[in-house]
């Protein structure tokens, strides 16, 4: 499979500023060195707790925040272009080549615009000034997320969570982009619309050729949309590998406590959870050395002093601690 | 089984609003034991919340509990008091010693110009007599129990200086100042990360195996239902659909829409990139309440001519009773 | 459920189907429609503003017309029907008495005389939208000398109160309209730069802000009309009053649109137009603007009876509009005095249209701002 998106290197520093001239008094690392690569086709997963850098990781990706260091190669058409280096201007042709699904579906249309113009927007400003072909395309769009086109003239205010939603998935999917950004897209909706979402999101992958790469903070609804998993703490990953791999056998403490923590459906089986002490590390201020340590039930000294590095421990499988040689974690129980 | 220390019979809220009447919760029957967790799951607009806030009497206008009974079972014995019938001022001794509540947003339910301690303290003075210094220390022994560090200089800190999991903590201190009965938990991990949500929850069954608590606990997560309730109540439009113990209600669903819920839910445990089977259609708009069964427009067993008119009533025994045609009570 | 889409049927929209395709200004509109007090208060402003476009046609006698005779002459009430039950409008005249005391001519009802009355009568001349005219809506049918309609009664001058109260509403209305718009140009040019630009420029924007609004108003306001030549006319003044006004006003507006720019640039549909690809000002003018327009326009009809009331207090501290131009300020300055006032009462008549204006304006205001909340 070929590479659609290579980040190296990423960093989005956050000036903290204080007192009557505004002088910066200090940065959060919101985002402190990462890397990874999207192949054309797949879903990756970017998986973390909130302030762990996911959500401003997707920012920088779609240029909505300009990254303090680092590329962000994107593969169109044939050429590479690294969006980290261009400017606001330069950037406006290429947007339409990767879009976004927002995770209010409330905030994310616009309450004073009918359902065929928030669809038909991206259309018109890309070019497509037709009235009439944009109108067919806006309906051939709602019918790709099951939207009856009858509901064309109807405002957002008529819609529920899950049918807005897919209003937000059909204006990404207008421009017919390579890359689509969901942020969190079914954590604001009800349970039994999640599955909605989550099987369209599937269906449209297939059908289209997406590429995903889908934050959220729930593991078990990203095991039902991902080929990959990238875990983040603390604006770092601290692994990577296919979904199958890092549910059943994680290699670092962290994956491993943020499998363990979450909820199944399955009454008794909470009895032997790891139950991590302590908070997540402020990303301002960082502990030295693996910034997981003072949480870590496998810490040692040298966890303390020396940061890891991402590495590839075995084909496919990135971790960063320096204990992953030699741990052997826990992961999810067979179904079977 | 012993006796419940509160029992909900048929339990009615209504909103008037300007559209017409939303009967947020219309007839609920449950009931609490002592050291015993009642979860009460559903999606948005169950009336799950509603639920919670008409037991302590805080139905925010124009809301109005219109019918039914709460009967909360005194601690010295004796006949249960129905809560309904007592007076705003009778309400208040209810709250806190007998009855309290943690909210999903610990941040909103603090006010911020005071320190947690004396927010804590102000309670503990209030409805247990104490002075000062003995209510500080009060609650000081308040944030040690519930896990919140260094709880001495904790105590003279303000909400906004807290992390979202410290702030639950000092919520639940505050909660159980008055050493209530009954703990209503309302979507109490919802706002945290998981890994918060795991400490939270660990907390809770702690506390409870201590004090003999009995907690309702309010949550639209069947994963944390299936972790911490002992006993379920499925909630839909406003109604209890089905209520059991928490093994049965998961391995063997009667209602539909139970059924539906559970198969529907992502898990960890799911094959990677495996499609969810899915409830049709979206939950309704509470001013176009469906008529007969509520769920019936979205429901996969319909037994058409009949759902759509008449209202199934509660059938099977108390402790594990269903609302649907499918499992009795035809006209 | 869609049949009226294909259908041939006329479009019979169910309650939940109109809703659905609703604009949000009608939104707006049902939820204004249900605030009763605003709805009236509406109908009251627009009444004002009615009576002050045709002021002139309203006003019975030349507002300006001095008459030593006629001198604080009590109301006169117009009485609609003869004994016989006859429409036939008619004042009573007056009568000339000597006072036995001072000697003073004093004039009273005379209940005897009548002087009936004529709609779209001839009158002083005035233009009215430019058009050259003497119709007035009621009249003398045959004025004689020493004839007069005083329906709120005269001041000391002998000038019409009620003729001037006309004159005045338009004056004080229009001046607030114009400082409302001066200093909305002002508040959303200055309030969008401060908000689009950020940096030095939001800055220093704000903290011009900050010292304008640290001013005492009373003692600026002194200053600066004591600063306005003698010399100029009454139009002249009239206008460096509404300036001096609305340059202290913008304030207000200028954060209010600020604040709104700057919480709309974090909503997600603002970002999803940027991502497609908008340019800046497809963003500002299709997505930002159109979504606190209705925050603008209460916060106007909030800002307006602000206006009103500080052009009406200058003016009443003299520092305002100055004789011989009328309004609800130079109105109420006569009514200053008690001596005044127990001899002429009526003369404090001016102060209700005041109030009721603010009033009307305030419950509008706020049944705006309520009605325009979507989701409130």
Request: proline content about 7%; glycine content about 8%; overall charge positive.
């Amino acid at each position: 499979m070929t590479t659609l998106l290579e980040v190296r290197g990423l960093r989005k520093y956050f000036p903290i500023r204080k007192g009557l001239l505004r002088r910066v008094v200090g940065q959060v690392r919101a985002v402190d060195g990462v890397s990874f690569t999207i192949r054309k086709g797949e879903t990756l997963a970017l998986v973390g707790e909130s302030g762990c850098g996911k959500t401003t990781v997707s920012r920088c990706i779609l240029r909505a925040l300009a990254p303090s260091a680092g590329a962000i190669n994107f593969s169109i058409g044939g050429r590479t272009v690294d969006l980290a280096a261009l400017k606001r201007r330069q950037l406006r042709p290429l947007r339409r080549h990767m879009q976004m699904v927002f995770q209010d579906p409330y905030s994310s249309l616009n309450p004073r615009m009918v359902v065929g113009d928030i669809i038909g927007e991206p259309l018109l400003i890309n070019g497509m000034t037709d009235r009439a072909e944009r109108r067919k395309r806006v309906a051939e769009l709602m019918e790709l997320v099951q939207l009856p086109a009858a509901y064309l003239n109807r405002f957002p205010h008529a819609f529920s969570g899950g049918q807005r939603q897919r209003i937000g998935i059909a204006r990404a999917l207008a421009l017919n982009p390579e890359l689509i950004v969901a942020d969190e897209p079914v954590s604001a909706l009800d349970v039994s619309v999640q599955a909605q979402i989550l099987n369209l999101m599937l269906d449209l992958q297939d059908r289209l050729q997406l590429t995903y790469l889908f934050v959220a903070h729930d593991l078990s609804v990203v095991k039902h949309v991902s080929d990959r998993v990238a875990v983040m703490y603390v604006g770092r990953i601290v692994e990577l590998a296919e979904t199958e791999a890092l549910y059943n056998r994680p290699l670092h403490p962290y994956t491993e406590a943020l499998l363990s923590a979450a909820p199944t459906p399955v009454p008794g089986v909470a009895s032997n959870r790891i139950v991590l002490e302590r908070e997540i590390a402020d990303p301002a201020n960082p502990p030295p050395g693996c910034a997981f340590h003072p949480r870590c039930r496998h810490a040692q000294d040298r966890c303390r002093q020396q940061t890891p590095e991402l590495e590839e421990v075995e084909p496919g499988r990135w971790v960063s601690c320096l204990r992953a040689r030699e741990l052997s974690l826990q992961g999810i129980a067979d179904p079977a | 089984m012993a006796e419940p220390i509160l029992s909900v019979r048929n339990l009615q809220t209504q909103f008037a609003a300007q559209e017409g009447v939303v009967h947020a919760v219309d007839g609920v029957d449950f009931d609490v034991f002592e050291g015993r967790t009642l979860g009460v799951v559903g999606e948005s607009g169950c009336g799950k919340s509603v639920t919670a806030r008409s037991i302590l009497g805080i139905v925010e206008s124009p809301g109005r509990v219109v019918g039914g009974q709460i009967l909360l079972r005194p601690a010295k014995g004796g006949a249960p008091i129905d809560l309904l019938t007592l007076s705003p001022k009778a309400m208040r001794d209810i709250r806190g010693p007998e009855i309290a509540l943690v909210f999903q947003e610990p941040m909103a339910s603090f006010s911020q110009y005071y320190t947690i301690g004396n927010q804590i303290t102000e309670a503990i003075r209030l409805h247990m007599g104490m002075d000062a210094n003995a209510a500080r220390a009060r609650a000081i022994d308040l944030l040690d129990m519930v896990g919140v560090p260094q709880p001495s200089r904790r105590v003279d800190e303000y909400p906004f200086q807290l992390s979202g999991g410290l702030r639950q903590r000092v919520m639940i201190a505050m909660a159980l100042a008055c050493d209530p009965r009954v703990l209503i938990a309302d979507e109490p991990t919802t706002a945290l990360d998981v890994t918060t949500q795991a400490q939270i929850l660990d907390l809770l069954r702690e506390l409870q195996q201590k004090r003999g608590l009995a907690i309702i606990l309010i949550t639209h997560d069947m994963g944390v239902i299936a972790e911490m309730a002992h006993d379920v109540a499925v909630m839909y439009l406003g109604r209890a659909v089905e209520t059991g113990p928490v093994g049965e209600i998961f391995s063997s669903p009667k209602h539909p829409y139970t059924r539906a819920l559970l198969r529907s839910i992502p898990t960890v445990l799911a094959k990677p990139r495996t499609r969810l089977p899915t409830i049709a259609g979206s939950i309704p708009h509470p001013f176009n309440r469906p008529t007969g069964c509520p769920y019936h427009p979205r429901c996969s067993e319909i037994i058409t001519g009949l759902c759509e008119t008449a209202e199934p009533p509660a059938v099977g025994e108390a402790s594990r009773e269903v609302r649907c045609f499918l499992h009795g009570g035809r006209p | 459920m869609f049949g009226f889409i294909t259908g041939r049927r006329a479009p019979q929209l169910s309650k939940a189907e109109r809703f659905a395709v609703a604009t949000q200004l009608q939104l707006t509109w049902w939820r204004f429609r249900r605030h009763k007090l605003a709805m009236i208060s509406g109908v009251v402003v627009l009444l004002f503003y009615g009576l002050a476009i045709a002021a002139d046609f309203l006003a019975t006698t030349d507002p300006h017309a001095t008459d030593a005779r006629t001198s604080y002459i009590a109301p006169q009430p117009i009485h609609f029907f003869d004994e016989d039950g006859a429409f036939r409008p008619y004042v009573n005249g007056l009568k000339g008495v000597r006072d036995p005391k001072t000697f003073k001519l004093i004039y009273t009802i005379d209940p005897n005389r009548r002087t009936y009355l004529q709609f779209f009568a001839p009158g002083y001349r005035y233009s009215f939208l430019g058009i050259e005219t003497d119709i007035h809506l009621i009249g003398l049918k045959n004025p004689q000398r020493g004839d007069g309609i005083y329906i709120l009664g005269t001041d000391l001058l002998g000038r019409d109160l009620w003729s001037r109260l006309m004159v005045a509403t338009r004056v004080s209305l229009t001046i607030g309209l114009i400082g409302v718009s001066i200093s909305l140009f002002l508040g959303v040019l200055l309030g969008g730069v401060s908000a689009i630009y950020g940096g030095v420029v939001d800055t220093v924007i704000q903290r011009v802000i900050e010292v304008v609004r640290s001013m005492p108003t009373i003692p600026l306001w002194l200053g600066l009309a004591a600063a306005l030549p003698n010399s100029w006319s009454v139009m002249q003044i009239y206008f460096a009053i509404t300036i001096i006004i609305s340059l202290l006003a913008w304030t207000d507006l200028a954060r209010v649109v600020r604040g709104k720019f700057l919480s709309l640039r974090e909503e997600d549909f603002v970002m999803a137009a940027e991502l497609a690809g908008a340019s800046q000002g497809r963003i500002i003018f299709r997505h930002m603007l159109p979504s606190f327009a209705s925050h603008i326009i209460a916060a106007v009809s909030l800002a307006l009876p602000a206006m009103i009331i500080s052009e009406t207090s200058l003016s009443f501290l003299g520092l305002g509009l100055r004789p011989p131009a009328i309004s609800w300020g130079i109105l109420l300055q006569d009514a200053q005095s008690i001596q005044t006032l127990a001899l002429a009462p009526w003369l404090l008549a001016s102060a209700v249209p005041v109030i009721l204006v603010i009033l009307a304006f305030n419950f509008l205001g706020d049944g705006l701002r309520d009605a325009a909340d979507p989701y409130g």
